[in-house]
């Protein structure tokens, strides 16, 4: 009986030393940062009184990093249920830049979206707003399920969540294609942010289908808009050079832009009607009075639409020959490779690539060689840049 007892208080003595050996491990094994413990920062973050000490607490779960699996539930209740909003907006950025890695980890991610996507639909503050805004989007396509939420904050009343929203459904792409009425919506209201509106068009643009063509009206009015900021006109031209087919009819008005005020709307407009080639043949005048743009960016991309448009610019020949006895090497080039491209093989325009062939200069003379070449072809023209 004395050997059993014996034997039961060894085998009790060893399980506890076991025990409190397993904890001295994972006591030694558990992350500390500037001298405190992880469960010590998780336990300022959920009750020190102190924002700023709160805040700190934030930083120090951020540096624990990815593999951390606790840092984002608690940052996730802190978005939640922190009664400071310097505290939630912190916490709403910290998400942001720490669950796209810990998706590398495999860490379960769903407490974090669920936060996130809460505060951008019922936070009172618009800086936590703006923040969770901000987060989905770069968190991207693993965020998908707050695109209905994102899209319903296009019309939020503080402009910085709105154009975050914006801003994160052009990170998604084509995972937000159901955001396109919305986003159309924006970008048509004149009332809406001014950046609001520039990143639902690029968003647009993004999402590709049959959404980019539902762009181009809202596109097109955009650019109109003489009292629109100048820098959502640029970026509406622009993504209209990139729709194709799609931006056909918005080629009367980025011929007319071709005469803006703005000089960065002249180079967008030529730049675009350049991107859409052939498909641009309608602006032809309005393109040849740009080559004598006061601004080289605006020649240049005018003469380029030029080429590309083969034969049918064949009145221009004389004009883009005399553009290659210019000085400004760029001018100089973009009318050499339009006037190969143009293949009209007339006086005009072979002898001033001759000329250009017995350069020293070697871009020039090789571009005039290859134009050269191109005219002596039956099917030279029609080439884009």
């Known amino acids: 009986m004395a050997r059993l007892v014996l034997v039961a208080s060894f085998c009790f003595l060893s399980a506890c030393a076991l025990s409190a050996k397993a904890l001295a491990d994972d006591e030694k094994d558990e992350p500390v940062f500037r001298g405190k413990k992880s469960a010590e920062w998780l336990a300022i973050l959920r009750g020190d009184k102190q924002p700023t000490r709160r805040r700190a607490a934030l930083i120090a779960l951020n540096a624990f ?61 618009d800086r936590v707003r703006e923040a969770s805004a901000a987060s ?112 056909q009819p918005a080629v009367p008005t980025l011929a007319r832009a071709l005469k803006d005020k703005s000089v960065e709307i002249r180079r967008a407009a030529a730049g675009a009607l350049a991107e859409l080639g052939p498909l641009s043949k309608e602006a032809l005048p309005d393109l040849e009075a740009a080559v004598k743009d006061k601004d080289k960016n605006v020649r240049c991309s005018a003469i380029y639409a030029l080429g590309s448009f083969g034969k049918d610019a064949a009145k221009t020949v004389p004009m883009l020959a005399g553009c290659v006895r210019e000085n400004i090497v760029e001018i100089r080039l973009a009318a050499i490779r339009s006037l190969g491209n143009i293949g009209v093989d007339s006086k005009e325009a072979k002898n001033a690539l001759l000329d250009a062939a017995r350069e020293s200069q070697t871009d020039i003379r090789e571009a005039a060689t290859d134009a050269l070449k191109k005219l002596q072809t039956p099917k030279a023209g029609a080439e884009k840049k």
Do not use: C, W, Y
Request: aromatic share 2%; proline share 5%; hydrophobic share 50%.
């Open 136 to 247: 989905l989007g770069k968190i991207g396509v693993e965020a998908r399920a707050a695109v209905p939420s994102l899209a319903a904050a296009l019309k939020d009343k503080h402009a910085g969540t709105s154009a975050a929203a914006a801003e994160s459904l052009a990170a998604m792409a084509e995972v937000a294609r159901s955001a396109a009425p919305a986003l159309i919506e924006t970008l048509k209201d004149k009332d809406a942010d001014r950046f609001a509106r520039g990143f639902a068009a690029i968003a647009l643009i993004r999402i590709g289908g049959s959404e980019s063509g539902l762009a181009t009206p809202a596109l097109t009015e955009a650019v109109a808009d003489a009292k629109a900021p100048t820098a959502l006109r640029e970026t509406s031209v622009r993504l209209l050079g990139q729709l194709g087919k799609d931006a």
């Open 65 to 125: 990093g990815p593999k951390a699996k606790f840092v984002i539930p608690a940052v996730s209740e802190t978005l939640r249920k922190d009664e400071s909003e310097e505290v939630r907006t912190a916490a709403a950025q910290l998400l942001g830049n720490f669950i796209p890695p810990a998706l590398a980890e495999k860490a379960d991610i769903r407490s974090g979206l669920e936060a996130l996507t809460v505060a951008l639909r019922v936070d009172k503050a």
